[in-house]
C-alpha cells in the first residue's frame, strides 16, 4: 500500500511543479528571476513549489 500512495503522492508533486513551471515561463517576470524560480523549483520540488505559491505568483497590484 505504501508504494501506490507514495507514487500518487509523486505524480501529484510532479503535476503541481509542471504547472507552476508553466506559469513562471508565461509570466511577464524578467529571464533572471524565471530561471530562479525554476531552478527552486527543481532543486527542491515540495518547498520550491510551495515558495513559489507563496512569494511567486502575481499579486494585484495595490493602488
Do not use: C
Not at 508553466?22 to 515558495?51: E, M, Q, Y
Amino acid at each position: 500500500m505504501g508504494i501506490e500512495v507514495g507514487g500518487l503522492l509523486g505524480l501529484v508533486i510532479l503535476v503541481l511543479d509542471v504547472y507552476a513551471i508553466i506559469k513562471i515561463v508565461g509570466s511577464g517576470a524578467s529571464t533572471l528571476a524565471k530561471v530562479v524560480w525554476v531552478v527552486l523549483i527543481l532543486a527542491l520540488p515540495v518547498l520550491g513549489f510551495l515558495i513559489w505559491l507563496v512569494a511567486g505568483p502575481s499579486r494585484p497590484a495595490t493602488v
